[in-house]
């Protein structure tokens, strides 16, 4: 039997510069699923993302989820792609086992952790407070600087870590301090800065966007002060959760989390297709 795919819509051409598709999985010219290849919103027409791959009950375990994840990346190499890149929720265990199997790389995956309605108290000595503008400008700079470090480190080509760096941050960031549904503290001990945290109001979350330990106050339990900060102004805030993303490299980060109550909801996946 030949799985193929067949595509259900002419190629679709964003405003934003990004082109997608949508097909049905074929065997024998006889539909057994769906799947969507699109290109990325941020790394541009070199990255790929194959979402939406659906097979359906009698033809799974029978590999043509296999084949028709093949068949997409043929088609992204075709587009001029580079990378291919998929997400996969943490309770889906058979399209985490297929990702692997196809070669996939854990970039990162996304944590989150439900608060109840009593806000966690810091330990004696350290306190929270904003972010003054004075330090919030050197902050980003560096910020930026490291995150887009990130990227390259994962195999992002360095003039697409730094135009993700540079768009998100001022998405994001664009009014310093005064930036809509954005926190920015500075954890102190005894008075001393050690840290600090960037989160933001969600519309149902809080998000854990950045939090950093000052590199001369590391060891001493600062980071699991941050954290908890956090949570307590999201749930000053009146929101019933709180998220984060961890890149896959980052073991003591993820162990901290673990420990603190937050779990995988999400991994996130990426394939060199060159």
């Known amino acids: ?12 051409n964003a405003a934003d510069g990004t082109r997608s598709r949508h097909y049905q999985v ?21 990255v790929a993302r194959l979402t939406d791959l659906r ?3 009698p033809d799974r375990g029978r590999g043509r989820g296999t084949v028709a994840a093949l068949a ?26 297929l990702t692997r199997a196809l070669g996939y790389v854990l970039r990162n995956r996304g944590m989150e952790k439900p608060l109840g309605p009593t806000p966690p108290g810091l330990p004696a000595g350290s306190s929270g407070r904003p972010m003054t503008e004075a330090e919030f400008v050197p902050w ?6 490291s995150y887009a470090q990130t990227w390259m480190e994962r195999g992002v080509p360095e003039a697409q870590a ?10 994001l960031l664009g009014r310093g301090t005064a930036s809509e549904n954005m926190l920015f503290s500075v954890l102190e001990n005894e008075g001393v800065p050690v840290g600090t945290l960037w989160l933001a109001l969600q519309e149902e979350r809080a998000f854990v966007f950045d939090v950093v330990v000052d590199a001369a106050h590391r060891g001493r339990g600062h980071g699991r002060t941050l954290m908890l900060l956090g949570e307590a102004q999201a749930v000053a805030a009146g929101r019933p959760a709180i998220a984060l993303n961890v890149f896959a490299d980052n073991a003591p980060a993820e162990r901290l989390y673990e420990s603190l109550g937050y779990r995988t909801t999400s991994y996130h996946f990426s394939k060199q297709l060159a």
């Open 1 to 12: 039997m030949t799985t193929t795919l067949r595509p259900t819509e002419p190629l679709q």
């Open 26 to 46: 074929c065997v024998n010219s006889r539909p057994v699923g769906g799947i969507r290849l699109s290109t990325h919103p941020v790394f541009g027409s070199s």
């Open 55 to 57: 097979i359906e009950e």
């Open 72 to 97: 997409a990346e043929e088609v992204a190499r075709g587009w001029g792609c580079r990378r291919i890149e998929v997400s996969v929720s943490a309770d889906a265990e058979a399209a985490l086992r």
């Open 140 to 145: 980003e700079e560096q910020g930026r600087e």
């Open 162 to 171: 730094r135009e993700k760096a540079r768009r998100d941050h001022e998405q």
